[in-house]
């Protein structure tokens, strides 16, 4: 397994939550999922990971588990309902053959959030040309 055997088991423990703030109010709007300590992994940049996980077919898998867990962690903050979730996301994960949309939504649920919960920032290191299928997968 790529994220055991590259000491990314505990990833848990190692994502933070940024808070974002809504400058009018003073008041938290939503919170940044990051990923901390990468480099304990041997990895130069967090961009080096996605990579490696592209390059070796793990980019899925790599993302969703990072997604379920921030997902996870994120439900159990005391106003979890009202705020939203900003996740980085690699675009290059719908072109992974084991790629199946609905898979947040469904974590979303499971979690008891709704689906606006969720924004998925996505990289612009990658092509991202074909925006329209883009935004039909990511609809759904």
């Given at each position: ?70 997902i996870a962690k ?11 979730l900003f996740y ?53």
């Amino acid at each position: 397994d790529f994220c055991l055997s590259r000491g990314l088991g505990d990833v848990y423990k190692r994502q933070a939550f940024q808070p974002i703030v809504n400058p009018h109010t003073g008041h938290i709007f939503g919170y940044e999922a990051l990923l901390r300590r990468w480099e304990d992994s041997g990895f130069d940049s967090i961009q080096s990971l996605f990579d490696t996980a592209w390059e070796t077919g793990n980019l899925h898998g790599v993302d969703m588990m990072l997604r379920e867990k921030a997902i996870a962690k994120f439900a159990r903050l005391p106003e979890a309902r009202r705020l939203k979730l900003f996740y980085n996301f690699d675009s290059r994960v719908v072109r992974t053959p084991d790629y199946q949309p609905g898979r947040t939504a469904e974590l979303l649920r499971k979690a008891g959030l709704e689906r606006d919960t969720i924004f998925l920032e996505i990289s612009e290191r990658h092509d991202i040309s074909n925006a329209q299928y883009l935004q039909d997968i990511l609809t759904r």
